[in-house]
């Protein structure tokens, strides 16, 4: 791993960790929002992640391998706000993101954990991205103040992707989930200032598709290829024709 890689890697973690710190001394407002009670113990009201690249054996070193991909999800679900850990394999998400990292046509050489760095759109946790638009258009006293926290700490979670891969030489940023990215909807400020951001380095890959959650990243496959397995070539061109289609670059 390059020594820029490792410096990449610590500096979104640092930023990271200051946002959730940020957002946490807010995380109230989230709590007042009327139908976003759950059966479950709520840990991280916002959830950080613990590593955004696992290591089994202590830090960061030259020996491991360079990371491939860094995965943006939508926002820490049950698991994951309970773990600390972005695409946590217990859970929906992280298992079905393995397994397709896992298969052709991207077929990992080493662990996902090892060469797949992940984030969230924003590290607001709710059980469920419909939640999340619940919260998005939440009425009462405080509805602007939480419209403010979701719209900033998507804004932050995009500047720290990029920053991360335009740090990491050959990364693919890969945005997880298209239904809401769109105006009106409850990630549309990640989109809005990512697509900013582009205007800085047009050529950074930049990919978008279907969440792994549910087997909807294989339909959309299946359904965009009828049922062949595509090359990674074709399987690039599919995400940057979402990306533009989604966020209009």
Known sequence: MRKKTIEAIYSAKEALDKLVSDLSQQSSLIGAVKGLSYDYRIENAVSGNRDLLFVPHGPLTSKGPEPRFILVGDNPGKNEQATVRYFDPKGSAGKGARREFASSPIALPS????????????PIHTKTTADLQRLYKSEGPHRGQVEKLLSHSQERMAEIAWDLACGIEGATLWICGKGHLRKGKALQSFGARLRSLSEKRPALPIWVFSHFSHNAFRAELNRHFNGDTPTMEELAQLGAENRKELLGF
């Open 111 to 122: 662990e996902f954990d090892q060469m797949v760095l992940t984030l969230n759109k924003t």
